[in-house]
């Protein structure tokens, strides 16, 4: 069970990465949207969904 | 006439609407998952273009619940008849959408029967709000990582119960969650990021968000009291019957949980001057 807790304590962060992360970034491609910094839309979602989940992760909650 | 006699009419009413199989409520159970899967080939080979995909998914993941509460209660097949499993089906399969395991809502739900409005020990006791537009706030809020209602409640009050059907409970939410998240991210990183957000994960907020206006919060307002004639009520709904998921009538389901919900609205016409003798909250319904 503590595994499990673990697991989903660090959920939101996963969340980040391997969901939000290819979202923004399929997103930005599907609306043909540049990323600042001549980052890649992937790079660029990484970089938000990584943000967004350690806060998420770190708050307990997202918004 | 006393309260034993008043009870025993109460109950003779009510088994006029029980028995049989409620093939409206089957019927709607398997269509409306079959519906939602079909929605994923027909959205990915461009034959349903993505924005009819979401409005169809969000009204299929909505209505996926209530089929199911009908397999909760056995209604669709009593437990220890020769057609359980067909009870069983209808309910695992018609909650796919929705990704609520049965076993996990079906021992929630009977405590939420056994215990309404109980701060303590009613499962559903975290969507209890002063008003509507509290109650919408409150589902948004145990939807969080780490609330403290909503289906978190869930975890908490299964690991307390410690029983073997909250143990086997508690195990199907968890893989649930992983499998539910795990889907998504596979098809997120396939390239199908945007389709899993608009096909099932916006969609099935949209209809948790619903679900617990309507079918929780709406028909156990204002939820101060407790007991079998005082724990809900009837209520007229901006949105009609129908669009308020038959909940108008929701006080006919507590105190007769095996009367399939498209037959709550003519119990409870039937039943209505003995509400009103037992001073139920009927709301002018």
Redesign the interface.
Same mark, same amino acid.
């Given at each position: 069970m503590s595994v499990v807790k673990s697991l989903f304590f660090f959920g939101p962060l996963f969340f980040g990465l391997a969901f939000l992360a290819p979202l923004v970034a399929q997103v930005m491609v599907r609306l043909d949207l540049n990323a600042p910094f001549a980052l890649s839309p992937l790079q660029f979602g990484l970089i938000i969904g990584t943000v967004l989940g350690l806060i998420a992760t770190y708050r307990g909650k997202w918004i | 006439m006393t309260s034993q006699s008043l009870r025993a009419r109460e109950k003779a009413i009510a088994e006029q609407f029980m028995g049989g199989i409620p093939w409206l409520m089957v019927f709607w159970g398997i269509t409306n998952t079959a519906i939602w899967i079909a929605l994923w080939p027909l959205v990915f080979t461009g034959i349903m273009p993505l924005w009819l995909g979401f409005i169809i998914a969000t009204i299929n993941i909505t209505a996926s619940y209530l089929p199911s509460h009908d397999a909760q209660h056995y209604i669709i097949a009593p437990k220890g008849s020769k057609l359980e499993w067909f009870n069983e089906l209808v309910g695992h399969w018609s909650l796919i959408p929705l990704t609520l395991p049965l076993r996990t809502a079906r021992i929630t739900h009977m405590e939420h029967h056994k215990h309404a409005n109980d701060p303590l020990l009613d499962p559903d006791y975290s969507t209890h709000a002063t008003g509507p537009l509290q109650a919408l706030w409150k589902t #948004?809020?145990n939807r &969080?990582?780490? !609330?403290e209602g909503g289906f978190n409640r869930y975890g908490q009050l299964l &690991?307390q119960w410690d029983s073997p059907a909250a143990k086997s409970a508690l195990t199907d939410a968890?893989i649930n969650? #992983?499998l539910f998240?795990g889907i *998504? !991210?596979a098809l997120? *990183?396939s390239?199908y %990021? #945007?389709e %899993? %957000?608009l096909l099932w994960?916006l969609p099935r907020h949209l209809a948790l968000t619903y679900i617990s206006f309507y079918l929780s919060w709406a028909p156990h307002h204002p939820g101060v009291e407790k007991g079998r004639y005082k724990d809900t009520r009837a209520f007229k709904s901006r949105m009609g019957n129908i669009w308020s998921s038959g909940m108008q009538y929701h006080i006919v389901h507590h105190l007769y949980p095996t009367i399939p919900l498209n037959k709550t609205p003519a119990a409870y016409r039937a039943l209505r001057p003995i509400l009103l003798e037992r001073g139920c909250n009927l709301d002018h319904m």
């Open positions: - | #948004i809020v &969080q990582p780490r !609330a &690991q968890i969650k #992983i998240f *998504l !991210a997120a *990183l390239g %990021a #945007i %899993a %957000a994960w």
